[in-house]
């Protein structure tokens, strides 16, 4: 392998590790000392943002069904092409490297397709978004360092639609 692919695969490995445990190199202190007594009864909200990706993962959300029958359309061509390949391999009793071409850029494009299409499903707001008793407006849960962050009763919180 190469320096830099190595490189490359351990840095993003640490990124998802570190993303995944809510690690940070310099953690921040919070910004909001509540009195010990306020502290189990509050949560931190803060206004939603990019209003835009979250438009795009609603807009998937109505067509979620039909790409769910696109995809394992596509996988199922994808099994029949690589079984014929197969069958045919053996029938002649050596491996031919053109006939799976085809089935191989297949597959890294309904890999990266799907990876695609999953990540702009998911918007980053989509789990953390709350309602508010009392208040318009979009509102995400938040960390007590964010510098736009409210603290709210917990029982004002409720999970969003």
Known sequence: M??????????????IVASSFGLSIFPNAPIHNLPDSLANNALFVC???????????RQLSYIRTALM????FVFMIWIAMAGWALYQNLLKDKFEEKSWQSIVFLAKVLFWITIIITVLMHSPN????????????EWVLC????????????????RAP
């Open 143 to 158: 960390e007590s360092n964010d510098p736009a962050s409210r603290p709210v009763r917990a029982s004002a919180v409720s």
């Open 47 to 57: 206004p939603a943002a990019n209003f835009t990706f979250d438009e795009i993962a």
């Open 126 to 137: 989509q789990f953390r978004r709350v309602q508010l008793k009392g208040a318009t407006g």
């Open 69 to 72: 029958v696109v995809f394992f």
């Open 2 to 15: 190469k320096p830099g692919m190595v490189f490359s695969v351990l840095a993003v490995i640490a990124i």
